[in-house]
Every structure is written in structure tokens, then in C-alpha cells.
């Protein structure tokens, strides 16, 4: 039992780094973006955008492993649950920046999130397909 929970804790510690990183205000939030636009000499909007997509990409791989090796579902209902699973984690954490100063949640910052997820979920179907371990996987 302890195992299947420990399967959980890559998913947790994630979802605590973006909480963590969302309380930053506005000004805090620009500072860690500059350290980055210039050490890559990118946009710090492009920057930004795509923290946006690894983060989430990272937060729904781990979900992968919560449900595979945790609770061991299914083929189909793992891709599902950790697809929706990880869109109402960036649904809240949009949320949670309306009340961080200098903050705000912004939906297009969920679609953008939803590309990490959505490349993760890709990524993880055909994993799953080419090892062709279907429903007992995990269990």
C-alpha cells in the first residue's frame, strides 16, 4: 500500500513548485523570468509561456505514474484522468493568482498550460502503445 502511495509523491511535489511559484508576486515573477531572458537571450513573454508549458508537461507525467503505478487504471481512463486532472490544477492555479499582488489569472494562460498537458498525454498513449501493456499494467 505505502508503495502505490510513494508512486504520488512526483505529482505533489510538482503541484507544491507551481503553487510555490504562484505566489510570487508580479515583480518577484519578472525578476526569476529576466534571469533566463538573458542567459537564453529570448522574450521574457516567450520565456514565461514556455515555463508555462514544462511545468504542466512535467505535473502530467507524474500524474502517469500516480495513476499507472498507484491505482494502476486503465489505458483509456489514465490518459483521461490526467488530462483532466492536470487542466483543474491550472484552472486553480489561474485562480490562485487573482489574489497574488501584481497577479493575475488569465484564461489563455490555461490553454497555454493545456499544451504541456496535451504533449504529455501524446507522449504517454504511445508509450503505453508501444509496450503494449494495456489494463493490467501497474497492478
Not at 514556455?50 to 502517469?64: S, W
Not at 503505453?128 to 489494463?135: A, N, V
Amino acid at each position: 500500500m505505502l508503495k502505490k502511495i510513494l508512486w504520488w509523491v512526483p505529482s505533489l511535489v510538482m503541484m507544491a513548485v507551481i503553487f510555490r511559484l504562484s505566489t510570487d508576486t508580479g515583480e518577484e515573477s519578472s525578476s526569476l523570468s529576466g534571469i533566463f531572458t538573458g542567459f537564453l537571450g529570448m522574450s521574457e513573454f516567450f520565456i514565461r509561456k514556455l515555463a508555462h508549458v514544462t511545468e504542466y508537461f512535467i505535473l502530467t507525467l507524474t500524474l502517469f505514474l500516480g495513476l499507472r503505478k498507484g491505482i494502476g487504471t486503465g489505458t483509456k481512463n489514465t490518459l483521461i484522468f490526467m488530462f483532466v486532472i492536470a487542466v483543474i490544477y491550472a484552472c486553480s492555479d489561474e485562480l490562485h493568482q487573482t489574489f497574488v499582488g501584481g497577479r493575475s489569472g488569465r484564461p489563455l494562460d490555461v490553454l497555454i498550460d493545456s499544451i504541456g498537458i496535451v504533449l504529455a498525454v501524446i507522449i504517454c498513449g504511445i508509450a503505453m502503445k508501444k509496450t503494449g501493456k494495456k489494463e493490467s499494467y501497474g497492478q
